[in-house]
């Protein structure tokens, strides 16, 4: 599975983006996604994730309510939609691929190059 990251910009501060991960392969619909982000200085961190379905979502605290994450099998895309946009979450977002639901990064068999998000007034 290939993945491919896009959505990314500059924003101010309450405003909107919504990232897209384009999957290559037939099989994405067989795999788990998540939404990670690294800021600078820090360690990649669990943002969101989704079951092979589309069934069951999972978010960090600081997100809940704010993103959504959503994918379309038939398109092989997952997304995250992000709403009131912080300056705290400002990083790279990275798409990965698994076969289960977890919350480290070094579980997940694929990545996407990552998407840069910035949140600044």
């Known amino acids: 599975v290939q993945l491919q990251a896009s959505g990314g910009g500059l924003v101010q501060p309450g405003e909107s983006l919504r990232l897209s991960c384009a999957a290559s392969?037939?099989?994405?619909?067989?795999?788990?996604m998540a939404w990670f982000r690294q800021a600078p200085g820090k360690e990649r961190e669990f943002v969101a994730a989704i079951s092979w379905s589309g069934g069951s979502t999972y978010y960090t605290d600081s997100v809940e309510g704010r993103f959504t994450i959503s994918r379309d099998n038939a398109k092989n895309t997952v997304y995250l939609q992000m709403n009131s946009l912080k300056p705290e979450d400002t990083a790279v977002y990275y798409c990965?691929?698994?076969?289960?639901?977890?919350?480290?990064?070094?579980?997940?068999?694929?990545w996407g190059q990552g998407t840069q998000v910035t949140v600044s007034s």
């Open positions: 990965g691929a698994s076969r289960g639901i977890y919350y480290r990064p070094n579980e997940y068999d694929y």
């Open positions: 392969g037939r099989t994405f619909s067989s795999y788990a």
